[in-house]
């Protein structure tokens, strides 16, 4: 991968330091909001051709054609011509700004394109959500080799990041706005082209550690920072299912919870082993449970490296494949090996790098990672992951948009790539009447408890 990394400054400084010092000091925190980064630290200027803007924190309006009585479907903002298109006649030329996976489709699949659309940079923050970033900036500091963190606030751990790390606790602590209603829908496509419908639930998504009564308050390590409930409805043989995760800040002491409820036993069960590399039960098998989300889950397994950042092309403000009258799911999984270019929109921005490798005391179906993670928010982005002999095995992007109801984003649509196989899963699919992600008022804790499970099943 060539390594040709962009930095402001401050970033190159902070960067290339060997300190493993995990808050900064306050000369360095003094940078957030002025005029070289971003009050949650991105760099606030657009690159030197113009081809990234400027973050100026507006975000968008929602357009004319929204009907706020189906939230989950968002019309495509823009309306916007792709500036150009890559292919592999062409892909030489933007070489640079393409990650690994996406060269490696070119070079496999010849008919395989991407429409590279006009930047925007619509990830807006609420403002209690910012001043908590930037208490971080000085306060929140990784623990035990920082596979926990402490003294922390709700919003970025880390805004000026100096380890691999501290990266990816700034992903797994991405802001999507509080609690999330979701109604998602999983597609798997062999080889073949013949889609089929994997699983579909209905559910929510909660980040306690963002709850605007904790503006202000120190987490207490062992806070609850994201949980999810999804009940199955379809297809026939997975409806009644229900799954319940929960994943506390204190990843090495309390790490995750899981819990099940299966109709065909008619109880609710422990489910340990729903982490890792085990194969994701909302799939089919093409990815693991921690590809979720490009990455989900306690870090300890993995050494992460931070490589850097670059520009490269993100699946980034793709309204259109939300919307089931413009790009119906049908239409979305109609092609092989890859989703149909016509539902998808990439845009060029600024990313962290990161690059992880498999500690020899753990075993884990991937040897080696490399992470993409949007500089605005830490939501969008991709991952790569390579077999024990090197080779490209899957990945993973997903297909991020925000919210204009509130602020946030969504980074729960993903495709999960198999390159052995040949096969593609488009996880949190909305483009069909009713589905989709969207914010809502904040459910109590006992939606999220195994009690509920119980309560709720199928007798």
Same mark, same amino acid.
């Given at each position: 991968?060539?390594?040709?990394?962009?930095?402001?400054?401050?970033?190159?400084?902070?960067?290339?330091?060997?300190?493993?010092?995990?808050?900064?000091?306050?000369?360095?925190?003094?940078?957030?909001?002025?005029?070289?980064?971003?009050? +949650?630290?991105?760099? $606030?200027?657009?690159?030197?051709?113009?081809?990234?803007?400027?973050?100026?924190?507006?975000?968008?309006?929602?357009?004319?054609?929204?009907?706020?009585?189906?939230?989950?479907?968002?019309?495509?903002?823009?309306?916007?011509?792709?500036?150009?298109?890559?292919?592999?006649?062409?892909?030489?030329?933007?070489?640079?700004?393409?990650?690994? &996976?996406?060269?490696?489709?070119?070079?496999?699949?010849?008919?395989?394109?991407?429409?590279?659309?006009?930047?925007?940079?619509?990830?807006?923050?609420?403002?209690?959500?910012?001043?908590?970033?930037?208490?971080?900036?000085?306060?929140?500091? /990784?623990?035990?080799?920082?596979? #926990?963190?402490?003294?922390?606030?709700?919003?970025?751990?880390?805004?000026?990041?100096?380890?691999?790390?501290?990266?990816?606790?700034?992903?797994?602590?991405?802001?999507?706005?509080?609690?999330?209603?979701?109604?998602? #829908?999983?597609?798997?496509?062999?080889?073949?082209?013949?889609?089929?419908?994997?699983?579909?639930?209905? /559910?929510?998504?909660?980040?306690?550690? &963002?709850?605007?009564?904790?503006?202000?308050?120190?987490?207490?390590?062992?806070?609850?920072?994201?949980?999810?409930?999804?009940?199955?409805?379809?297809?026939?043989?997975?409806?009644?299912?229900?799954?319940?995760?929960?994943?506390?800040?204190?990843?090495?002491?309390?790490?995750?919870?899981?819990?099940?409820?299966?109709?065909?036993? #008619?109880?609710? $069960?422990?489910?340990?082993?729903?982490?890792?590399?085990?194969?994701?039960?909302?799939?089919?098998?093409?990815?693991?449970?921690?590809?979720?989300?490009?990455?989900?889950?306690?870090?300890?397994?993995?050494?992460?490296?931070?490589?850097?950042?670059?520009?490269?092309?993100?699946?980034?403000?793709?309204?259109?494949?939300?919307?089931?009258?413009?790009?119906?799911?049908?239409?979305?999984?109609?092609?092989?090996?890859?989703?149909?270019?016509?539902?998808?929109?990439?845009?060029?921005? #600024?990313?962290?790098?990161?690059?992880?490798?498999?500690?020899?005391?753990?075993?884990?179906?991937?040897?080696?990672?490399?992470?993409?993670?949007?500089?605005?928010?830490?939501?969008?982005?991709?991952?790569?992951?390579?077999? /024990?002999?090197?080779?490209?095995?899957?990945?993973?992007?997903?297909?991020?948009?925000?919210?204009?109801?509130?602020?946030?984003?969504?980074? /729960?649509?993903?495709?999960?790539?198999? +390159?052995?196989?040949?096969?593609?899963?488009?996880?949190?699919?909305?483009?069909?009447?009713?589905?989709?992600?969207?914010?809502?008022?904040?459910?109590?804790?006992?939606?999220?408890?195994?009690?509920?499970?119980?309560?709720?099943?199928?007798?």
């Amino acid at each position: 991968m060539k390594r040709e990394i962009q930095f402001a400054a401050i970033a190159l400084a902070t960067v290339l330091t060997n300190s493993v010092q995990a808050a900064v000091n306050a000369d360095e925190a003094k940078h957030l909001g002025g005029p070289v980064l971003t009050a +949650f630290g991105a760099e $606030k200027a657009g690159n030197k051709d113009g081809s990234i803007p400027a973050y100026d924190g507006k975000g968008i309006p929602p357009p004319a054609d929204w009907d706020p009585k189906e939230p989950g479907r968002r019309p495509d903002p823009f309306k916007e011509k792709p500036l150009y298109t890559i292919t592999a006649q062409n892909m030489a030329q933007y070489a640079d700004k393409l990650a690994e &996976f996406q060269k490696e489709l070119f070079k496999r699949y010849p008919n395989y394109r991407m429409d590279i659309y006009p930047s925007h940079r619509t990830m807006v923050f609420p403002k209690y959500v910012l001043d908590n970033t930037l208490k971080n900036a000085t306060s929140c500091k /990784g623990a035990d080799k920082e596979l #926990r963190i402490e003294g922390c606030y709700g919003g970025i751990p880390f805004p000026i990041p100096k380890t691999g790390n501290q990266v990816m606790w700034n992903h797994l602590m991405f802001y999507g706005t509080p609690t999330i209603y979701e109604n998602q #829908r999983a597609w798997n496509v062999p080889a073949n082209g013949s889609a089929f419908l994997a699983s579909a639930s209905k /559910g929510n998504e909660d980040f306690p550690a &963002f709850y605007p009564d904790k503006a202000g308050k120190v987490l207490d390590g062992k806070e609850i920072f994201w949980r999810v409930r999804l009940d199955d409805y379809a297809p026939a043989r997975q409806v009644g299912q229900k799954l319940i995760l929960i994943d506390a800040l204190d990843q090495l002491n309390i790490g995750r919870r899981a819990y099940q409820y299966l109709p065909g036993q #008619r109880r609710v $069960k422990l489910a340990p082993d729903l982490a890792y590399d085990t194969p994701a039960p909302t799939n089919g098998g093409v990815g693991t449970v921690d590809d979720a989300k490009l990455f989900l889950g306690a870090l300890d397994r993995f050494d992460f490296k931070l490589i850097g950042k670059a520009e490269k092309f993100l699946a980034y403000n793709t309204y259109g494949m939300t919307d089931y009258k413009a790009c119906p799911e049908e239409k979305f999984t109609s092609t092989k090996h890859v989703p149909n270019p016509d539902c998808s929109r990439w845009e060029l921005h #600024r990313v962290w790098i990161v690059e992880s490798t498999l500690k020899p005391e753990f075993r884990h179906i991937y040897k080696k990672r490399v992470f993409y993670f949007d500089e605005d928010g830490y939501g969008a982005g991709m991952q790569e992951s390579y077999d /024990g002999s090197g080779k490209l095995y899957r990945a993973v992007y997903n297909h991020f948009y925000t919210y204009w109801e509130k602020d946030g984003g969504n980074s /729960g649509s993903a495709v999960n790539l198999d +390159f052995v196989t040949g096969g593609y899963v488009m996880q949190g699919t909305a483009g069909a009447p009713g589905a989709g992600f969207f914010p809502v008022d904040i459910k109590p804790s006992t939606f999220f408890s195994p009690e509920a499970l119980a309560g709720e099943g199928v007798r």
